[in-house]
């Protein structure tokens, strides 16, 4: 049973109307109220009935224009679901994990968007990322390198727009831990960007980023720390000293060198990334464990 809390003096002024609409109903005598598409409610208590355990009561309050959390909450969705449109409907079913949905939610609109290429292609690319979440990794290859298809016809080979449908495919095969297949892929955009860039752009280091985590990930540690170190001073130039990407490169670097049994640079990276983390994230944030955790087993 749904319990709700409404002050009616708030419908003279919110942009979420309702109305009590019994004098209009065929039941007056439920005093139904109609609210608009948008109402939404915030849940304060769900309780077991005494009467009956087998029902729950649920107490809700109508939110409304001035409520921070909602507004936060709204913010935040905005930024995660990108696009227009439809499109940001199936981002969302994505987000959620309503996997069937978004894949019938995508196949329809293929269906009224086929002389579209660019539409098309960003329905493919959602339908990789989908089957990615999904570890349904051959048919989110096989959607990606569609995309790939349409987009290719009226390019160059080195044109800069195919290097990201490159990452992508790596990225996939990656995840497969197809790790040649993925080095292959990941080998062809950074060609492109390195030839489309200049030396110090940072969308350069991403892809020194990936090609490190592959030659970590086969053992290959000399080459790893290559291009981990080649995405290094990009970072130095472009960023603050205590912003979070340098967690992840120090972190890389004292991965590597902890492989390669070079201690004293292992504990330097580690010492680096943690003094980033004693002023960016709370006490209780996992990564710090993590760090304690790293910086002891190379005292070991």
């Avoid at 990201?164 to 892929?185: P, R, T």
């Avoid at 060609?191 to 110090?200: F, K, N, R």
């Amino acid at each position: 049973m749904f319990i709700m809390a409404i002050n009616p003096t708030e419908s003279l002024t919110s942009n979420i109307p309702f109305a009590m609409i019994d004098e209009l109903s065929a039941m007056p005598q439920e005093k139904e109220i109609l609210f608009t598409m948008h109402t939404i409610f915030r849940i304060n208590e769900i309780s077991q009935m005494l009467e009956n355990s087998r029902l729950w009561k649920v107490q809700l309050t109508i939110t409304n224009d001035d409520d921070a959390q909602l507004t936060g909450l709204t913010q935040y969705i905005q930024r995660e679901i990108v696009g227009k449109g439809w499109y940001r409907t199936g981002q969302l079913l994505n987000k959620v994990d309503h996997f069937n949905q978004v894949d019938e939610f995508y196949m329809e609109l293929l269906k009224n968007t086929l002389h579209d290429n660019d539409r098309v292609i960003g329905i493919y690319d959602q339908l990789t990322c989908v089957k990615n979440n999904q570890e349904r990794f051959t048919e989110a290859v096989s959607y990606i390198k569609t995309s790939l298809k349409i987009n290719r016809r009226p390019l160059p080979e080195d044109h800069p727009d195919l290097a990201a449908f490159y990452n992508n495919i790596g990225q996939v095969y990656h995840d497969m831990e197809d790790y040649s297949k993925a080095l292959e892929f990941y080998d062809k955009s950074h060609q492109i960007l390195e030839m489309s860039l200049p030396q110090d752009h940072p969308s350069l280091t991403t892809s020194y980023n990936n090609l490190g985590l592959v030659y970590n990930n086969i053992g290959d540690y000399s080459k790893a720390l290559v291009f981990y170190q080649k995405a290094y001073p990009i970072f130095e130039d472009t960023l603050s000293p205590n912003h979070l990407n340098f967690v992840a490169v120090y972190s890389q670097l004292g991965e590597v060198y902890r492989s390669m049994r070079d201690y004293s640079k292992t504990l330097d990276s580690f010492e680096k990334y943690f003094q980033i983390l004693q002023i960016t994230v709370p006490k209780a944030h996992p990564n710090r464990a993590f760090t304690y955790s790293s910086i002891g087993d190379v005292h070991r």
